[in-house]
């Protein structure tokens, strides 16, 4: 390694000269770094550089330069290298920053994170920096005092060393001034904001030209007019001007930043810290005031980059600013939100009691109301960090003032201008219904409870009120209290009935009927579910029922119960009878829907299964909420109706449900992978069911599959096939089942006929067989071709790896491929299928071989056998025993039904023997058609048997079997035959037809 900082370029020549001699001489070494070489002035040794270098490349050496300043572009022609040779040496970013941490001793995670944090912010992620910090960091035991914390000596020594640097490179003391001006600005920045800073008085004359010659060593190029201090510089201003001038500077580059158009989150984040820096309240207040009423989206984008903030002056008696509490307010709801975002919810805690004190120390009755709408607002509306159902309480409970609730309203409005509310009539009372979401378990419901209880009896029915209106708050809150305890309520199920025995005796006592009501549906869910004791659960429901009468809550938990137990038809009644009440949530009503779905389903009511599932399906878009859980309800409601015979209307639905599909992302959570991935399994098993194709490998779809809630996690390991491969099985199943081209249209407009390789050769084979079914022979010569194509890719993907999952199309044919004899012997086996499909039909069709022939010799000249096997079917005497040939005579002979018993034996051997590659193409008909000759034989022809009143009962069983079907069943008849004519069979023969009958 050999290194050039500060070189003076006759040294450079020498050392560069004299090392390519040395490893010319003696061979060595294999690898050399030429470290900090300036080659932004190659000029001077360009000759020396190239020298060393192909010296060592043809040594099989490697040669790596660094430095702060891009090379000339002439220099990669020049070594034979290609330009992509240059690459930028990224700065750490806070994953590997933790991975050097865990490196170097320190292995508690959360510390991992919070000195991550830490060094991220006082290194930027500079190499050098991120390696010095945490070597001295881990030496002194991951334990250092709070002056090293904020100002590492460490780092300072570095930079100071980078200023010493920067008085050599640059003696200009106009270059010094703009670099240390430059040194304040943290983050990226544009090249104006450099100008402005070099006109600030006294002004930095051709600031421009200076600034571009400060670029690569001291600033560093982040994009197209983009740019940021390199952090050896940052700070150096401190050692230089005075504190008087370092605020000049940071106001002006904070007002310049904000004078911009359009701003991002680092020129957000930026001008606030230069705003702080300045210490300048009346811009540092309106630019939190502008961040504090951002949504969670904004936040998620400035909490990294205002990190820094989220620790200021948390410590007792601290303040961020001075003792004006209206700056001291906002500073601390921004620094609630930022800590919130962050997920640092200690620190989030902190300021709220702070909050509390500042509210608590206004003065003026004004103020103290304006304080209080505004803070507690924020600090209410936010459900990032959980809040303790005390804190709240006795928040809302100074809050309750009707002198503040104009304002307050006011400022719940400004707050929750970005979270989906619904209308707001009571303010204080709304407020209260984010702590349906906020309750963390049923401790804190508990505790909820007990402060509740220590209100003013006015206030608390003022709070409860939200019963009375549209929102479902009661079930919201008995229901996230037991979802976030869900461990707890299985290892301790009396400890969770007591909390809620509790709750609801409150409830009633204070007069909250659907609360009480909400208490004892989970009172009888957990005596079912938990507990495991159904009867109990309907001791429970019995006790609600006397006191509350007819209640559909009630009902429908009801109808749950009985459907875990199994009785359908009282479950099914009792959720009828829900369904038709008034007070089922949405939620509620829409998961109804599907459990009488399901319950419909296990008794075999198909139409009436896929009413309610189309029921919830309606419900469910309207809540958006629940839009995931309305695609897969339609898609039940479709399996439904083909259970119920419905083919056109089932599949009409999935090609609605695949519309909907395309605004679910399957990545975003595993529900909606879950959604796919069981909407496209749907789709191939009736696909496959309309076949008649069954196979244990594609499971029946469950009634209510498509809409589980709760699916397995590893659902996002199940890979998905393109939605246009979807598409193209529910086009084909429609062109099966002859239901008209409706879906095959919608399909085009979707997909232009683009689907995933596998499916693509699916379609192909289902092609061929389509033809052969519907005798739509005129199609024969696409098809075919086609059939060429996807039988020449299934031989690569036998020698190649291939994604046939991936979307493409089918590689062409070679030119050469019609010369072989393999592609006239699949046209043989194709033509032969069709005979045997046009002969097996009761009014056989003429066709068109020589028609045939002259279009495919177009594409290569046919060999001999193919030729004389096109002539046979059309009459001739085969020449030769090819196995094609003397089986297109069996086909003329048979289609003629002039055989003797014995002839027909040899006929259908010859078609047995001769279909074998093919016999999932002809199965069907030539089963059928073989039956009825020999049928007829037994009929008409039985003295052509030997013993006739032996032989053809035993033919005649064989062609009823009906164990056997396809050319299995042939192979059965051939072999009852046999021994009754006078045929000799050779081993051979006699193993070929076992072979066949046993589907081998």
């Not at 992620?125 to 904020?150: K, M, Y």
């Not at 060393?161 to 920067?166: E, F, I, P």
């Not at 003629?896 to 002839?903: A, F, G, I, V």
């Not at 023997?913 to 016999?919: E, V």
Request: charged letters at 20%; glycine letters at 4%.
């Amino acid at each position: 390694m050999g290194g050039f900082r500060g070189r003076r370029t006759e040294h450079i020549q020498e050392a560069l000269a004299r090392a390519a001699l040395e490893i010319n001489t003696r061979g060595y070494p294999s690898f050399l770094v030429l470290d900090d070489l300036d080659l932004s002035d190659i000029s001077n040794f360009e000759r020396e550089l190239i020298a060393l270098i192909f010296a060592i490349t043809q040594n099989n050496g490697m040669v790596i330069a660094t430095g702060q300043k891009r090379p000339p572009l002439s220099l990669f022609p020049a070594l034979w290298i290609p330009s992509e040779s240059e690459q930028k040496i990224p700065y750490f970013d806070r994953e590997e920053i933790n991975e050097l941490i865990i490196l170097h001793g320190l292995g508690e995670s959360n510390s991992v994170i919070e000195w991550g944090q830490n060094i991220y912010a006082s290194t930027q992620g500079h190499p050098q920096l991120v390696h010095a910090r945490i070597r001295t960091l881990s030496n002194q035991g991951w334990s250092v005092t709070e002056e090293d914390f904020h100002n590492p000596e460490d780092i300072q020594r570095i930079r100071l060393d980078a200023r010493n640097r920067l008085i050599k490179m640059f003696p200009s003391d106009a270059a010094r001034m703009l670099a240390y001006r430059l040194s304040i600005i943290t983050g990226r920045f544009h090249r104006n904001l450099a100008l402005t800073l070099g006109n600030t008085a006294p002004s930095v004359i051709l600031s421009g030209e200076i600034f571009d010659t400060l670029v690569g060593p001291w600033i560093e190029k982040e994009g197209p007019d983009l740019y940021r201090v390199s952090p050896l510089l940052i700070g150096a201003a401190q050692s230089v001007f005075s504190e008087r001038d370092i605020i000049d500077l940071h106001l002006n580059v904070a007002n310049c930043i904000l004078s911009q158009k359009i701003l991002n989150q680092d020129d957000l984040s930026g001008a606030f810290w230069h705003a702080y820096s300045a210490k300048d309240k009346k811009l540092i207040s309106q630019l939190a005031s502008v961040i504090i009423r951002e949504g969670e989206h904004a936040m998620y984008y400035l909490r990294e980059p205002m990190f820094w903030f989220s620790e200021v002056a948390l410590s007792p008696g601290n303040k961020i600013m001075d003792d004006e509490l209206s700056t001291e307010l906002v500073l601390r709801l921004l620094q609630f939100r930022l800590n919130s975002s962050l997920s640092k919810h200690a620190s989030a805690l902190i300021d709220i009691q702070i909050i509390e004190d500042i509210v608590a120390n206004a003065k003026a009755k004004k103020e103290s109301i304006l304080f209080s709408a505004m803070a507690y607002t924020i600090i209410l509306s936010n459900l990032e960090v959980h809040i303790p159902a005390a804190t709240v309480v006795r928040i809302l409970d100074n809050l309750m003032d009707e002198s503040i609730e104009t304002a307050l309203a006011e400022k719940f409005f400004e707050s929750s201008a970005k979270i989906d509310t619904p209308e707001i009539l009571h303010a204080t009372r709304d407020l209260f219904l984010f702590q349906a979401i906020r309750v963390n378990g049923l401790k804190d419901l508990r505790e909820l409870v007990i402060a509740l209880e220590k209100i003013d009896e006015k206030k608390r029915r003022t709070l409860f009120s939200i019963c009375d209106s549209e929102s479902d708050f009661p079930n919201m809150l008995i229901r996230q209290a037991c979802w976030k305890d869900v461990e707890a309520i299985s290892t301790n199920v009396q400890e969770s009935l007591s909390v809620l025995r509790f709750t609801e005796s409150k409830a009633r006592e204070w007069g909250i009927k659907r609360l009480s009501i909400a208490c004892y549906a989970v009172i009888a869910s957990i005596y079912d579910e938990y507990a495991e004791a159904p009867e109990d659960a309907m001791a429970a429901l019995d006790e609600a029922d006397k006191i509350f009468g007819d209640d559909a809550q009630l009902i429908n938990q009801r109808a749950k119960v009985l459907l875990r137990l199994k009785r359908y038809e009282e479950a099914l009644t009792s959720f009828k009878h829900a369904l038709l009440l008034p007070g089922l949530d949405k939620v509620n009503y829409v998961t109804s829907c599907r459990d009488a779905g399901i319950v419909a389903a296990k008794l075999s009511n198909w139409m009436f299964s896929s009413k309610l599932f189309r029921q919830g399906a309606e419900a469910a878009r309207q809540n958006n909420i629940q839009k995931l859980m309305g695609i897969g309800l339609s898609a039940d409601c479709a399996v439904s109706l083909w259970h119920a015979s419905q083919p056109k209307e089932c599949l009409s639905l999935f090609a609605d449900v695949l519309d909907s599909l395309e605004d679910v992302d399957p990545k975003e959570e595993h529900l909606a992978h879950h959604l796919h991935a069981t909407i496209r399994h749907a789709i191939s098993w009736v696909h496959f069911a309309a076949r008649g194709y069954t196979d244990d490998s594609l499971a029946r779809p469950l009634p209510g599959m498509c809409s589980n809630p709760n699916p397995h996690e590893n659902i996002v390991d199940h890979r998905l096939v393109d939605i246009s491969g979807v598409w193209e099985l529910l086009v084909t199943t429609e062109s099966y089942l002859s239901l008209g081209n409706t879906i095959a249209q919608r399909a085009k407009n979707k997909t232009n006929s683009i689907m995933p390789l596998h499916i693509r050769i699916y379609r192909g084979i289902l092609a061929l067989e389509t033809m052969l079914r519907d005798k739509t022979f005129e199609k024969l010569i696409s098809v075919l071709l086609d059939y060429h194509a996807i039988n020449h890719f299934r031989g690569i993907t036998k020698t190649s790896i291939v994604d046939l999952y991936s979307i493409d199309d089918l590689p062409k044919l070679p030119d050469d491929y019609w010369n072989n004899e393999a592609p006239w012997t699949l046209n043989c086996q194709v033509i032969l299928a069709v005979t045997i499909s046009n002969y097996s039909s009761t009014t056989p069709l003429k066709l068109p071989f020589s028609s045939w022939y002259n279009e495919l010799a177009i594409l290569g000249r046919p060999p001999i056998s193919f030729s004389k096997f096109i002539r046979v079917l059309q009459g001739e005497v085969p020449e030769t025993d090819n196995l094609y040939q003397l089986a297109a005579a069996a086909l003329q002979a048979l289609n003629l039904n002039r055989s003797s018993p014995e002839q027909l034996w040899g006929h259908s051997f010859r078609l047995l023997d001769a279909s074998r590659t093919i016999h999932s193409l002809v199965a069907q008909p030539m089963e059928e058609w073989l039956t009825k000759l020999w049928q007829y034989a037994c009929q008409f022809q039985k003295f052509g048997f030997r013993a006739p009143n032996m032989a053809i009962p035993n033919i005649e069983q064989a062609c009823m079997n009906t164990s056997y079907s396809g050319t299995a069943k042939v192979a059965l008849i051939l072999e009852a035959a046999a021994p009754w004519l006078n045929i000799n069979l050779s081993n051979t023969a006699r193993s070929l037809l076992e072979k066949i009958r046993n589907g081998n």
